[in-house]
């Protein structure tokens, strides 16, 4: 049954993101001033000489040296293991209860570096982690479920690799092709306070796009934003959060987004500056979505302006 397989998720739930044997395929290596110094005598410079002499013309000064370095590379493969916390609600519908909308964001941030500085992660992604969970249990509150079945997950490892994505999308606990549409929530609490930018609504269904424009229309002071809705965008952002689990394989997909900000990646991005009124008008916006495609009559259509 469909909670059984949850069950096999929940006994089991971590998720291995092994390296895979993978190696760099371009070597990187740093030197200090004193080894660059060393190197640029072959030339009867320095760096603080071709530094300033940078600056002063504003060009740069690439040339081959007249010697040879030899380094040893190593690599260390260090595993890393997270979990996936996922809720599951049943339709109502005897038969769209088999199909399913998952809703989600990703828990993991950048944790605690040079053993002391915290990475709160407030925005990226406390707010759309409080979103799923606020949405679980709006959901579960209404005296009428969904025609189809709910997934609630909030996934691991996102920072790293889209991990517990990947994960979830390549042991899921339902068959992929049952997962009608994924509403995808991160970064939802910062910037322009009555504007979201949303990725990939129409890229794969007008059904779904269609939907999430209807349910616009009941959320005050909330306008959708298509700037980062291409794939060809330079931050290339379809591909960097993780809906992409899922768009990869034509699954319909919403990401919505706050877009970028000093505090993005840095300890300084603190509940303080949340703007907590733009956190709940985006809930509501992704409320009423997917409320719209559990109760949608017919399967989403595949036929967005973007299939792969």
């Known amino acids: 049954s469909q909670w059984n397989a949850l069950r ?22 740093y030197l200090n ?5 060393l190197l640029l005598q072959s030339i009867h410079t320095s760096m603080p000489k071709s530094q ?35 809720g599951f609600l049943p339709g109502r519908d005897s038969v769209l209860a088999n199909e399913h909308i998952l809703i989600s964001a990703h828990y993991d941030h950048l944790g605690i570096r040079a053993d002391s500085i915290i990475y709160y992660g ?28 709910l997934i609630f997950a909030l996934f ?7 991990y517990g994505s990947k994960h979830f999308s390549e042991f899921p606990p339902v068959p992929l092709e049952d997962i009608t549409a994924n509403l995808n929530l991160d970064m939802i609490g910062r910037n322009v306070p009555d504007s979201i930018y949303v990725i990939g609504s129409n890229m794969h269904s007008q059904d779904l796009y269609n939907i999430s424009r209807i349910a616009d229309a009941y959320v005050p002071f909330l306008s959708m934003n298509y700037r980062y809705n291409s794939v ?21 997909i919403i990401g919505y987004f ?22 709940q008008r985006v809930t509501n916006l992704a409320y009423l979505t997917a409320w719209g495609a559990a109760n949608y009559p017919d399967t989403l259509s595949l036929n967005g302006t973007l299939m792969k």
Do not use: C, M
């Not at 600056?55 to 979990?83: C, K, N, Y």
């Open 33 to 37: 001033q004193k080894t660059a110094d």
């Open 232 to 252: 060809t965008h330079p931050t290339r952002l379809y591909y960097r959060s993780d809906y992409y689990s899922f768009a990869k394989y034509e699954i319909p």
């Open 156 to 162: 691991d490892g996102e920072e790293h690799g889209l």
């Open 52 to 86: 300033r002499t940078i600056d002063s013309t504003r060009s740069p000064i690439s040339q081959r040296l007249p010697v040879s370095v030899r380094a040893r590379i190593s690599v260390e493969h260090q595993p890393v293991e997270g979990q996936n916390v996922i």
């Open 258 to 279: 706050d877009g970028f900000h000093p505090d993005y990646h840095e300890p300084t991005d603190v509940p303080e500056k949340l703007q907590y009124r733009k956190i």
């Open 122 to 149: 407030a925005d990226d992604n406390a707010s759309g982690t409080a979103a799923v969970l606020s949405l679980a249990k709006a959901f579960t509150a209404n005296t009428i479920w969904p025609k189809r079945s």
């Open 8 to 29: 096999e998720i929940i006994d089991h739930p971590h998720i291995t993101a092994a390296e895979e044997n993978k190696t760099n395929s371009i070597p990187l290596l």
